[in-house]
């Protein structure tokens, strides 16, 4: 996460002050704030016809090599739905439509700091998984038989997933 030294208007080296609740860096020339805000993430919740939940295997970091939910950022020009299907046949290579919004939990990334994730319950008509981008791998899991995922946000999803399927 980057951390400002200067203001990205004016140039002009930063102070700190308790603006609106909390301590912010802020330009004392121009008078812009660093509003620090979490980016949007979607998360993908989809099972197959046997009722085992979708998981891929990270080719990226963070957590390399670990299961998680199929997901990524949400673009500035879609909405959470769009970005949900576009991230799954990235990820997959499966079509889906976006149903229901499971949840929304906030996650910190060592990378891009605050998350606020939405998971997003996928549907999908063909269950025969392509992997690209950022997944080194992909497969359907029973929810008996889960491997260890180590976003918080992601447990939290399935739990709620899970409470209503």
């Known amino acids: 996460m980057q951390e400002y030294k200067y ?4 140039m ?3 102070g700190s002050d308790f603006i609106e609740g909390r301590e912010r860096l802020n ?8 509003y620090r805000n979490p980016l949007p993430v979607v998360a ?8 085992e939940l979708l998981l891929i295997k990270r080719g990226i970091e963070p957590c390399k090599g670990a299961w998680a939910l199929a997901g990524g950022f949400i673009e500035l020009d879609e909405t959470y739905r769009e970005a949900a299907e576009r991230e799954l046949e990235e990820e997959t290579g499966l079509c889906g439509k976006a ?3 499971v949840g929304v939990h906030m996650h910190e990334s060592p990378l891009y700091g605050a ?13 025969e998984i392509t992997v690209g981008d950022d997944a080194a791998d992909a497969r359907f899991f029973p929810k008996e038989a889960l491997p260890e995922v180590p976003f918080p946000s992601h447990r939290n999803l399935i739990e709620d997933f899970f ?3």
């Open 115 to 127: 998350l606020v994730v939405i998971g997003v319950e996928i549907t999908a008509e063909r269950e």
């Open 27 to 34: 330009c004392p020339r121009c008078k812009w704030v660093n």
């Open 12 to 14: 002009s080296p930063l």
């Open 44 to 51: 993908c919740l989809l099972l197959n016809r046997g009722g």
């Open 99 to 101: 149903g229901r919004l």
């Open 7 to 10: 203001c990205p208007m004016c």
């Open 163 to 165: 409470r209503v399927n």
